[in-house]
Nanobody, 119 residues
Framework: QVQVKESGGGLVQSGGSLRLSCAASLDGFKVNSVDWYRQAFGKQRELVAT???????NYAESMRGRVTISGDNALNTVYLQMNSLTLKDTARYSCKATRISGGMPVSYWGQGTLVAVSP
């Protein structure tokens, strides 16, 4: 059974912090990487952060220094720690888990979790 599920969203005051979680289970297949994306109302979805099975991490320039992505060795649980949140960080945050099949990436999305930052 494949399951990708986000949690941890909610309402936070500007300047505050939140930690989002992504639980990824890919029917016994190894998770090769996990990405966090976000989409604000009326805007395009953007990549926030990535972590790979080798532990490599990458961050969007817009959030570098304010977010940290981490996970367990199997990437079955991945966290996104977000600090110094601003109104511009209000969005739906979604998790994408990717495995490799026949040399090709196969990705699965969760439904997302809402983050709302208040003044």
């Amino acid at each position: 059974q494949v399951q990708v599920k986000e949690s941890g969203g909610g309402l936070v005051q500007s300047g505050g912090s939140l930690r989002l979680s992504c639980a990824a289970s890919l029917d016994g297949f190894k998770v090769n990487s996990v990405d966090w994306y976000r989409q604000a109302f009326g805007k395009q979805r953007e990549l926030v952060a990535t972590i790979t099975a080798t532990g490599t991490t990458n961050y969007a320039e817009s959030m570098r220094g304010r977010v940290t992505i981490s996970g367990d060795n199997a990437l079955n649980t991945v966290y996104l720690q977000m600090n110094s949140l601003t109104l511009k960080d209000t969005a739906r945050y979604s998790c994408k888990a990717t495995r490799i099949s026949g040399g090709m990436p196969v990705s699965y999305w969760g439904q997302g979790t809402l983050v709302a930052v208040s003044p």
